[in-house]
């Protein structure tokens, strides 16, 4: 049955991660709001729901070091894992893309959280600071949103409906479907699949840290790895690097900001000398991206995802 549990999540993940992308990019498009904004809230929020109830049980099962290396392990796994694998199926076109100050955003929220944990244990003292940076972060995108939709003109609406998976006149109703479908089927296909994966493990003998560590970190990134590779495929480069610098700042504000107030959340020595660094790490990769215009071709997608595969062995040894 584990089996049966772990093919069932991948698939439901796959279809949820489907779903939430067309709903995103035509909500963005009835709404005058481009699929950039839309991605770094709903989208990133809905990705991001395994890593929140995979924290708030694991601190309320007396288990708080697992929220956190959770949260830092997948935000590792979304930069070199959930863009290099998609990447090895068609190219990301970021050069299209201007995700400038998001990322700033997103390396904010990433030295901030770092400083936390040096100064941990995290507390619900420094998950209102997280909270309250979230709350600017939210509000900023808006802002944004509304004064797009204010500049929006027809021929703009125009060019959006060339968007592969775009329909202008979806209706509300089907929009609605896609995002609960997605929304509801993402954590639940992740779940099954953590499940299923952590059974098998545990059957073959693999200690529960290095469980935590890997398969956890890694079936909470699937939300994300699903809804990018379907952007990949249907030409989102926006949705796919908008998903993954707002799942990180979720991660890193939402959820540890949320946790902190179930429980204090110890932070291991190994994560302060090893994890964090390459998560911050993993993050700075992005630079290229983000500043320098560069696309993110199926060799970027071999880079990334070997070290991803690099780090698991190490954590593995």
């Known amino acids: 049955m584990d089996w049966v549990y772990a093919s069932l999540g991948l698939v439901i993940l796959l279809l ?127 802002l944004e949103a509304r004064a797009h939709r204010k500049e929006c003109k027809a021929s703009e609406a125009d060019d959006l409906e060339e968007v592969e ?50 398969l956890v970190a890694v079936g909470t990134s699937l939300p994300e790895l699903a809804t990018t590779a379907m952007a990949a495929v249907r030409n989102q480069a926006d949705v796919a690097l908008g998903n993954v610098i707002g799942s990180n700042m979720f991660n890193l504000l939402a959820i540890i900001g949320i946790a902190s107030f179930v429980g204090d959340i110890p932070v291991a020595n190994g994560i302060l000398a090893f994890d964090i660094w390459v998560m911050l790490g993993a993050s700075a990769l992005l630079i290229p991206f983000v500043f320098f215009k560069k696309n993110i071709t199926k060799g970027w997608g071999v880079f990334l995802s070997a070290l991803y595969a690099a780090y698991v062995i190490i954590i593995l040894v």
């Open 165 to 214: 998976g775009a329909d202008m006149d979806m209706p509300w109703w089907q929009i609605g479907v896609f995002m609960v479908l997605g929304l509801v089927g993402l954590p639940l296909g992740a779940s099954l699949l953590v499940e299923g994966a952590v059974n098998i493990a545990t059957q073959y003998g693999v200690s529960e840290t290095v469980i935590g560590l890997t």
């Open 16 to 142: 949820a991660g489907d779903a939430l992308v067309k709903g995103a990019v035509n909500l963005s498009l009835r709404l005058g709001v481009p699929a950039l904004i839309v991605s770094l809230t709903i989208v990133a929020f809905g990705t991001s729901a395994p890593e929140l109830l995979i924290a708030i049980e694991a601190i309320i099962d007396g288990a708080p070091g697992l929220a956190l290396g959770n949260v830092v392990g997948s935000n590792t796994a979304n930069v070199l894992m959930v863009l290099g694998v998609p990447a090895l199926i068609a190219t990301f076109h970021t050069s299209e893309c201007d995700t400038r100050k998001n990322y700033m955003f997103m390396i904010f929220a990433s030295v901030l959280f770092t400083a936390m944990c040096f100064l941990g244990p995290i507390t619900w003292v420094h998950g209102l600071v997280l909270l309250a940076a979230l709350g600017f972060v939210l509000s900023d995108a808006f």
